[in-house]
């Protein structure tokens, strides 16, 4: 199981007077929340009674499940149905009741196996990830690239190229390469424009783009420089060292999460469609989800429904932050509101870990294994094997 101490961030600070539970209101509404969530449908007390041994009668359950309905932890839909969680609910569920199974070490190795021949193409790399995470859990995988602000500039390159244009090519720590192409109008000798790269190179490989951005005038305005580039760099040195806002968002396995049932209608799935497709505002979201720290790498971060994120109130976010080389992105999964969120986070921080050390160490893998795909992880469900058990 995860250590209950960890770092991981689901308060809500909306949630914070919320009322304290009995033990019994504890166990029942753990309940609730696991039937509902295999179900999609509203828990009546007979139903508790009968699926699960817990030594109270049907009378007593239906009593503690209209004192937590009482309370905001659970809702009633119908007049003649059951319950079903509420968004306070689902908080007090992954804030306090839910237990996180960890993956086996056979698992793990079946996810890094999986993903290690992609390690040189990152963006391949996060695809896969994200369609990992899409088939095992049956929502949207999603990740977001890391941000190459905080990455420290390995070697700049310039290659002129016809019709008076300079590419600019930035090899960025953790494997990162952005490119962007200029307009120059000079012709420059390649002896002198290798002379004054390798000069820029001595003094900026080594700094994030964000110090580049903010010192690099001090530091190279003192070359003698014939060919008009450091001028020119300095001149456009936003758009050269900035952080590139477009393509960062990557998502997999939107045919997985239509299968949910909170996805049949078609005027549910034309909402859903309309929110993913709006890239800006998933990046803002994905970003906003978690405020990164050193030591939140791996840890899963948890929002449910609208908690600070505007148009997400039918949904929720499990996401991790991962880092390639001291640059940060985050991945994790998109879906409703009712999901398996104890599974989920085993699996995003999981898939997080894989992702941040992506080597394909062989010594993690013992010769002759026999797990050689991910296939070999799942039940037949296409999800990882229970084993949160009952609370």
Do not use: C
Not at 220 to 225: E, L, T
Not at 311 to 332: A, K, N
């Amino acid at each position: 199981m995860s250590n209950p101490n960890s770092p991981r961030d689901t308060s809500s600070t909306s949630f914070e007077d919320r009322p304290e539970l009995s033990e019994r209101e504890q166990d029942i509404l753990g309940l609730v929340v696991k039937q509902f969530v295999d179900t999609a449908g509203p828990v009546g007390s007979r139903s508790l009674s009968k699926q699960f041994d817990i030594g109270l009668s049907p009378a007593s359950i239906r009593n503690t499940m209209s004192d937590l309905e009482d309370m905001g932890y659970l809702g009633h839909p119908y007049t003649s149905a059951g319950r079903v969680p509420t968004k306070l609910g689902y908080r007090t569920f992954v804030d306090s009741l839910m237990d996180t199974p960890e993956l086996t070490p056979a698992e793990r190795r079946a996810l890094t196996i999986q993903l290690a021949s992609l390690v040189a193409d990152t963006d391949e790399l996060l695809r896969e990830s994200t369609r990992l995470l899409s088939q095992l859990t049956n929502l949207l995988g999603v990740a977001l690239t890391p941000n190459m602000s905080s990455g420290t500039l390995e070697q700049l390159d310039i290659v002129p190229l016809t019709g008076g244009r300079l590419m600019f090519v930035l090899s960025v720590s953790g494997g990162l390469v952005k490119t962007i192409v200029l307009g120059f109008e000079s012709d420059l000798r390649r002896s002198e424009l290798s002379r004054v790269v390798s000069i820029l190179n001595e003094r900026l490989a080594g700094l994030t783009l964000k110090e580049i951005r903010e010192t690099h005038e001090e530091r190279v305005r003192d070359i003698d420089d014939p060919t008009g580039v450091v001028q020119f760099i300095m001149d456009r040195s936003n758009p050269i060292f900035s952080e590139p806002n477009e393509a960062r968002l990557r998502l997999g396995g939107t045919q997985n999460i239509l299968t949910q049932p909170e996805f049949q209608e078609p005027d549910d799935v034309r909402r859903f469609i309309e929110v993913i497709e709006d890239e800006d505002r998933v990046v803002e979201w994905l970003e906003t989800v978690f405020d990164v720290e050193s030591d939140a790498i791996g840890q899963a971060a948890i929002k449910i429904g609208s908690e600070g994120l505007e148009d997400m109130d039918s949904y929720s976010i499990v996401t991790s932050p991962y880092s390639f080389g001291g640059t940060v992105g985050v991945l994790g999964v998109i879906g409703p509101t009712r999901m398996e969120y104890w599974r989920v986070v085993a699996l995003v921080e999981s898939m997080a870990a894989v992702v941040n050390r992506p080597s394909g160490d062989e010594s993690d893998v013992p010769l002759g294994a026999e797990i050689t795909d991910v296939e070999s992880i799942m039940d037949q469900s296409g999800s990882l094997p229970d084993t949160s058990g009952d609370e």
